[in-house]
T-cell receptor, first 111, second 113 residues
Framework: GEDVEQSLFLSVREGDSSVINCTYT??????LYWYKQEPGAGLQLLTY?????DMKQDQRLTVLLNKKDKHLSLRIADTQTGDSAIYFC???????????FGAGTRLTVKP | GAVVSQHPSWVICKSGTSVKIECRSL??????MFWYRQFPKQSLMLMAT?????????EQGVEKDKFLINHASLTLSTLTVTSAHPEDSSFYIC?????????FGPGTRLTVL
């Protein structure tokens, strides 16, 4: 089947930028998502981008999409300890009825 | 708004027993709910789509007789793992659809001894 891959761990210092990377294989992907999961809570949608966009910025979050390389990244500026969580990349073709997820990247922010 | 709960948050059971996991949308009605499972260090995998008042749609490779899904009301879907075996041990996550977004529960960790 189609895969979504992301590295499992990332550790940064407070105040630095974090970049979480994701690659996918389905060239038909239309929507690409980033979810955040904090301990004991469900996945929360952080942001999403349409495949016809290269970049989307929302406050401290910047999403970059390289459709040619099927590469998606999430940059968190001025990372805070509250950003420590698991971040999931996901993609879908039609809408979020058919999402495919990565395994999640555990971001640890050190003071 | 848009809170989804799961119960229990974790469960340990003996091999051969059945386990029921509940997924509730607390502040909205959801005609469609989804069930996922996640093995350690692996992706969330969609198991089935649960539709209120009708039969669930299972993904390829998911045994419908083993993973029974019931969506009897607009706020509750249940997943019953029947005759559980150690290989069913996993993290089960549900989500409920509202408008064009899925809202996720916190997950249920099932351990089968």
């Amino acid at each position: 089947g189609e895969d979504v891959e992301q590295s499992l761990f990332l550790s940064v210092r407070e105040g630095d930028s974090s970049v979480i990377n994701c690659t996918y294989t389905d060239s038909s992907s239309t929507y690409l998502y980033w979810y955040k999961q904090e301990p004991g809570a469900g996945l929360q949608l952080l942001t999403y981008i349409f495949s016809n966009m290269d970049m989307k910025q929302d406050q401290r979050l910047t999403v970059l999409l390289n459709k040619k390389d099927k590469h998606l990244s999430l940059r968190i500026a001025d990372t805070q300890t509250g950003d420590s969580a698991i971040y999931f990349c996901a993609e879908s073709i039609y809408d979020n009825n058919d999402m495919r997820f990565g395994a999640g990247t555990r971001l640890t922010v050190k003071p | 708004g848009a809170v989804v709960s799961q119960h229990p948050s974790w469960v340990i059971c003996k091999s051969g027993t059945s386990v029921k996991i509940e997924c509730r949308s607390l502040d909205f009605q959801a005609t469609t709910m989804f069930w996922y499972r996640q093995f350690p260090k692996q992706s969330l995998m969609l198991m089935a789509t649960s539709n209120e008042g009708s039969k669930a749609t299972y993904e390829q490779g998911v045994e419908k007789d083993k993973f029974l899904i019931n969506h009897a009301s607009l706020t509750l879907s249940t997943l019953t793992v029947t005759s559980a075996h150690p290989e069913d041990s996993s993290f089960y996550i549900c989500s409920a659809r509202r408008s064009n977004e899925q809202f996720f529960g916190p997950g249920t960790r099932l351990t089968v001894l």
